[in-house]
């Protein structure tokens, strides 16, 4: 019976996460909004449906106008014009097309699938930038409580997108997997050097 169990976190899930569906209807350089997310996106996910282009990542730590694609090692991209998520607003977000590359998001009659995430401790999803030094660091979060799931990606040199789970085999902190490839779990100590997470 739902009247035994515990009152939950988050009564609604779709307050944090939800995905739209759209078609494009962008050429040359109009734009495009698209609604129903339900709440100001955070992260947004989005990949073309009936086609082979690459998933295009942007949030807004980051700022709109610039993404990362998960389906490769590619450095970040900028722009405002050509194809790409160029402002968040209350209920989703905006798209701009361009006659270069706009099949990233929104090219029209092709269909698009966004997956959308609002930063949250208590939903458990935070975005965080930091800068390398080439020696061992931490690096803050503000869940307050121990990450179960890490993604990181360098912006600004071609490498792989490196995945920590806490599930993932060995002792915590030893194995990782490639968000872009179809590799099983390596291990390679200065990914996470061999360090769990805290909160």
Not at 69 to 82: A, F, I, K
Not at 90 to 95: K, R
Not at 111 to 137: H, M
């Amino acid at each position: 019976c739902t009247a035994n169990l515990p009152e939950p976190t988050i009564k609604n899930p779709t307050d944090y996460f939800n995905t739209v569906l759209y078609t494009g209807t962008i050429t040359d350089t109009s734009t495009q909004s698209i609604t129903g997310v339900g709440f100001q996106p955070n992260l947004t996910w989005i990949k073309r449906r009936d086609g082979a282009n690459s998933h295009q990542w942007v949030d807004s730590v980051r700022g709109a106008g610039k993404w990362l694609e998960s389906s490769g090692q590619d450095v970040e991209g900028t722009s405002n014009t050509n194809g790409v998520l160029t402002a968040f607003g209350s209920d989703g977000f905006t798209l701009t097309g361009g006659s270069t590359n706009a099949k990233l998001c929104c090219e029209s009659g092709h269909t698009y699938a966004a997956w959308n995430w609002k930063e949250s401790a208590s939903a458990g999803f935070d975005i965080v930038l930091d800068t390398g030094t080439g020696s061992d660091k931490t690096v803050a979060h503000s869940l307050g409580v121990k990450p179960d799931m890490i993604i990181r990606k360098a912006r600004g040199r071609e490498d792989n997108w490196c995945v920590y789970h806490k599930n993932l085999d060995g002792d915590e902190a030893t194995e990782y997997l490639e968000l872009n490839s179809n590799n099983g779990q390596q291990n390679y100590h200065e990914i996470w050097n061999d360090t769990p997470p805290t909160s």
